[in-house]
Nanobody, 118 residues
């Protein structure tokens, strides 16, 4: 089993920065990839950023390009989402996500709310 525990988030002013963390615990050797999604009120969940656990690839969704960076602390099995130049439209609940070997369904973190004030 793999568990994901998110932290970070909160309230930030427009133009500010924030870092989200997602700590993976348990059988982390079964992780294929990890990433971040977000869901704003009244909208569908959308892809923000992701990368392979081995670091072979990284991808960013349109909202993240040029402003967000995904990174990993290998020693702590923690994935970060560094968000810069935040805009009110970035306000959403951000979810950590992991693809696990042998599991059809992805694993999700509990979600963290990010609010960007103008």
């Amino acid at each position: 089993q793999v568990q994901l525990v998110e932290s970070g988030g909160g309230l930030v002013q427009e133009g500010g920065s924030l870092r989200l963390s997602c700590a993976a615990a348990g059988r982390t050797f079964r992780i294929l990839s990890m990433g971040w999604f977000r869901q704003a009120p009244g909208k569908e969940r959308e892809f923000v950023a992701g990368f392979s656990w081995t670091g072979d690839w990284a991808r960013y969704g349109d909202p993240a390009k040029g402003r967000f960076t995904i990174s990993r602390d290998g020693a702590e099995n923690t994935v970060y989402l560094h968000m810069n130049n935040l805009k009110p439209e970035d306000t959403a609940v951000y979810y950590c996500n992991a693809a696990i070997v042998g599991q059809t369904a992805a694993l999700w973190g509990q979600g963290n709310k990010v609010t960007v004030s103008s």
